[in-house]
């Protein structure tokens, strides 16, 4: 059964600094998703990563994955207040699996 | 916006209640996916359909249904209704069967709270 896990799950820190979100997963795959959810909102499409060593970049947000070491990580540079949300990210074809989520919170 | 749509935004029912979930594709779109959030399981995959088949299943009970019409719209069927079924549905909808690693485009999102 595939499983997917994020660390940290909670993460707070101060506009301006860099940080990095883990998801690791327990099978197998070349398909990795990051979503953004805003508290009482729906899920946000952010990145879609499909083989290894994969990178794409939009903005502050940097995502990247190694399928050998079944690891992604999500990057952000000089953290903005804007960027505060619940972060998830998913593996699969059809049946996405989530990760728990990981609630960033960035202080000014 | 993702384009796709769900209705109601929020639902209270009673236990033993059967309700209805609906939800709109983004034009264009042929599969529709139905996702459970919740405060204890997280997101779970539900079920599948792509031009009216079903084609996925997850961890959906069987007190649960659902189905996608002609349009291609879908419906997500809840019956005898448990408190525990309180949680946050969603839809999401892709232009394939998704085996080439489509985004999944989420709707709003219909907030279910069972009495």
């Known amino acids: 059964e595939l499983k997917v896990e994020q660390n940290p799950l909670f993460l707070s820190m101060q506009e301006g600094k860099n940080y990095t979100i883990y998801c690791n997963y327990s099978?197998?795959?070349?398909?990795l998703y990051w979503y953004r959810q805003d508290p009482g909102k729906s899920l946000e499409s952010l990145f879609v990563?499909?083989?290894?060593?994969a990178v794409k970049q939009e903005g502050r947000l940097m995502a990247s994955l190694d399928t050998k070491a079944r690891l992604s990580t999500l990057h952000i540079t000089a953290a903005v207040h804007d960027l505060s949300a619940t972060y998830f990210c998913?593996?699969?074809?059809?049946?996405?699996?989530f990760g728990q989520g990981t609630r960033l919170t960035i202080n000014p | 916006d993702s384009g796709v749509t769900q209705t109601p935004k929020h639902l209270i029912t009673a236990t033993g209640q059967r309700v209805t979930l609906r939800c709109s594709p983004r034009?264009?779109?042929?599969?529709v996916y139905w996702y459970q959030q919740s405060l204890d399981q997280g997101l779970q995959f539900l079920i599948q359909?792509?031009?009216?088949?079903?084609?996925a299943k997850g961890n959906i009970l069987e007190r649960f249904s659902a189905q996608q019409f002609p349009d291609l719209h879908s419906e997500l069927n809840l019956s005898s209704l448990e408190l525990g079924d309180s949680a946050l549905y969603f839809c999401?909808?892709?232009?394939?069967?998704?085996?080439?690693?489509?985004?999944?485009?989420f709707g709003p999102g219909t907030r279910l709270l069972v009495l």
């Open positions: 999401a909808s892709s232009v394939g069967i998704n085996g080439g690693g489509e985004t999944q485009y």
């Open positions: 099978t197998t795959s070349d398909r």
């Open positions: 990563l499909l083989s290894n060593g």
């Open positions: 998913a593996v699969g074809a059809q049946k996405l699996v």
């Open positions: 034009s264009g779109d042929l599969s």
């Open positions: 359909y792509y031009n009216g088949e079903e084609r």
